[in-house]
């Protein structure tokens, strides 16, 4: 059954919680849910219990981006440097 939930970040998604699997690289339980622009998103749950987007935990994330533009790249650099504040 599927339902929306309310992300950590403030993002509404919608999930079946009902399906879960595990990462593929640090086999964490995730559940694939949909954006509201119709984008799958893989979510998972914090420490604290609450829902978050398994790309803000992953150690394995920059595996699967797959943006090699110069644009998306400069946008990973930022990423980058942003995650290590």
């Known amino acids: 059954m599927h339902e929306q939930i309310k992300l950590l970040g403030g993002a509404v ?11 593929t690289r640090c086999r964490r339980a995730i559940w694939w849910s ?12 914090n420490e604290n219990g609450e829902f978050i987007s398994h790309f803000t935990d992953c150690p394995g994330v920059k595996e699967f981006r797959k943006d090699d533009t110069p644009a998306g790249m400069r946008r990973q650099k930022e ?3 942003w995650q290590e504040k």
């Open 13 to 23: 998604v919608t999930v079946d919680l009902a399906e879960s699997s595990n990462c």
């Open 34 to 45: 949909i954006t509201k622009n119709a984008k799958k998103m893989p979510i998972c749950k």
């Open 79 to 81: 990423r980058d440097l």
